[in-house]
């Protein structure tokens, strides 16, 4: 149909059509919130490059927990900081560490949200790789046990879901062998299947505290130039075990969560990451974009390009404005 049989601005004439003809929603049940748990009690340390983040003491996650669960978010993610490093990584298993101590705080005061647990050394290794390092190598089979016993960990202590992050090879049929094997075959995995080597990462690395001493990811992390490669990553994982497939970060790489959802039959999930989250409030402080349309188109895309999930550092602020 052409012009003028066809106009289409008829369907754009007004809210309810345009209400209507909408081909995505985002809805809340998407969101998922990452928090940054610390030690001790009653503190909110302001993330600088994060503008509305914190890294948080046990009692305001909780609180954090509370609120996005009234907002309407069906989950968070946790990321721990903890009091010590070392280059074994002890505190990222330990029965008493951060996340362990946090997540059963949050499954007991706040049962009804899902709880998912990110799953990595970085934050824990005096170095801030994500794997066992000798000899300045990063020895992906010996980081195998750690993460797979950091995963028990998490779940033991009450996680719902865990998530995977550190791209050592072969560590999701890892945990999720561990997992079956002692009771917990009904613990989805989340796998951070296509994670790129990314510039996006920076303010998180202030964030969690995790940024590597020496060297880059570059040996584990994807090369953002790669896109067939991301399928091979997807298949392998899904092979392993994993029940959702992440994308991360999400805005320079829409078209591999558009050609992932073409090609896997499994939820996609997309990271929408704190760089990508600092750069839109930086112009929101600057006062040059309105940042409350941005995110929304932000997340928006995301949807369209074929996300079924979406981490992200607005998710309460986007509940609430879907709640309106
Ligand atoms: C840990 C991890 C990172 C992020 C999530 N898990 C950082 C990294 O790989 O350096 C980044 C999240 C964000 O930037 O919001 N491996």
Redesign the pocket.
Known sequence: MLFPDYRGRRLRANKNFRRMIQETKLSRDDLIL?LFAIEGKAKKRPIESMPGHFQLSCDHIVTAAKEASDAGIPAIIL?GIPDKKDPLATRAYAADSIVQKTVQAVKEKVPDICVIT?V????YMDHGH?GFVENGIIDNDASLDLLAKTALSHVKAGADMVAP???MDGRVGEIRQTLDEEGFSHIPVMS?AV?YS?A??????Q??E???QFGD?KTY?MDPANAIEAIREATMDIEEGADIIMV??ALSYLDIIYRLKQEIDLPIAA???????AIMKAGEIMGWVNAKELIMETLLSIKRAGADLI?T?SAVDVARELNN
């Open positions: 990452p990321f990110d990595c050394l970085c934050g994500c992050s550190d791209m951070y994670k990314s996006f990462y920076g303010p998180f690395r964030a969690a995790s940024a590597p990811r992390q991360k970060p990271y929408n990451v704190s760089g990508e989250y981490l550092y």
